[in-house]
């Protein structure tokens, strides 16, 4: 399998969360989100600036930080 960090991603590019490498809080934020691993995203919009995702009918905006905490099955 291979897993690439979010803030990698190419607008376009589908894949599953595999997992974070983040602390109790930002989980907690990402699950509440309903961003966690097992939900299917496409990237949006990645150039400068927030990454932009779409999942389950649904368009959000994560921080760069954020977005390199997050790995994804490619």
Known sequence: MHYKPL?????GTQGIVHHYLAGGCATKRLYEMGIYPGAKITVVKNDLGPVVLAFSGNKMAL????????????
């Open 7 to 11: 803030h990698l991603l190419r607008p």
């Open 63 to 74: 921080g760069r930080g954020l977005a390199q905490k997050i790995f994804v099955q490619i």
